[in-house]
């Protein structure tokens, strides 16, 4: 059973940073990609950044370009997002996800497994 974990989320002021993390647990993901989503209060889920986890090449939404960094370390098994300069319009509940590859790293919601989701709040 696969089982993604988040956590790192918390209060930060704008202008700060944080790094989450993402535990993924169940199965070797090495032919799988990793996503991170954000969800803010009244709005629908959105792509944030995704990282193909053999190859460990990169994807961003343009809105995040120049602040957050996905990552993964194979060591522990652990998929990072560093976020940096953070604003007031980060805030949002954020998702770890993980699918296998099939051709292309998705940039939208098809992923097969989802965490639970770490609150970031980023106060003004």
């Known amino acids: 059973q696969v089982q993604l974990v988040e956590s790192g989320g918390g209060l930060v002021q704008a202008g700060g940073s944080l790094r989450l993390s993402c535990a993924p647990s169940?199965?070797?993901?090495?032919?799988?990609?990793m996503g991170w989503f954000r969800q803010a209060p009244g709005k629908e889920r959105e792509f944030v950044a995704a990282?193909?986890?053999?190859?460990?090449?990169?994807y961003y939404a343009d809105s995040v370009k120049g602040r957050f960094t996905i990552s993964r370390d194979s060591a522990k098994n652990t998929v990072y997002l560093q976020i940096n300069s953070l604003k007031p319009e980060d805030t949002a509940v954020y998702y770890c996800?993980?699918?296998?590859?099939?051709?292309?790293?998705?940039?939208?919601?098809?992923?097969?497994?989802w965490g639970q989701g770490t609150q970031v709040t980023v106060s003004s």
């Open positions: 169940g199965r070797t993901f090495t032919s799988y990609a």
């Open positions: 996800a993980a699918t296998f590859i099939r051709g292309t790293v998705p940039t939208s919601n098809e992923y097969a497994y």
């Open positions: 990282i193909s986890w053999s190859a460990g090449n990169t």
